[in-house]
């Protein structure tokens, strides 16, 4: 069946970078759109950033833009995204998925930006 497993969260002050990675099995990853998505405490998921099957393009949410790169190796079967500049705003569980909308999730990742 389909498993992600996200990794590489922690916690970083403001102005800090963080590596997100996700590793996929149990489908076709390479061929698949994937994208990232978060949910902050008390908040709904909200979409992050979303790239090809072949990582030609890419697309970011406004509140991330400049900010977050997303990417992939379909030979490692591993979705990324590169975090930097982060701010507290930023603090949540990220989550990979091949749809933003209907899952399926892993268990995600915690992201906690804080002095």
């Known amino acids: 069946q389909v498993q992600l497993v996200e990794s590489g969260g922690g916690l970083v002050q403001p102005g800090g970078s963080l590596r997100l990675s996700c590793a996929a099995s149990?489908?076709?990853?390479?061929?698949?759109?994937m994208s990232w998505v978060r949910q902050a405490p008390g908040k709904g998921r909200e979409w992050v950033s979303s790239i090809f099957s072949d990582g030609s393009n890419t697309y970011y949410a406004d509140s991330v833009k400049g900010r977050f790169t997303i990417s992939r190796d379909n030979a490692k079967n591993t979705l990324y995204l590169q975090m930097n500049d982060l701010k507290s705003e930023d603090t949540a569980v990220y989550y990979c998925?091949?749809?933003?909308?209907?899952?399926?999730w892993g268990q995600g990742t915690q992201v906690t930006v804080s002095s």
């Open positions: 149990g489908f076709a990853f390479s061929s698949y759109y």
């Open positions: 998925t091949k749809d933003p909308d209907k899952g399926p």
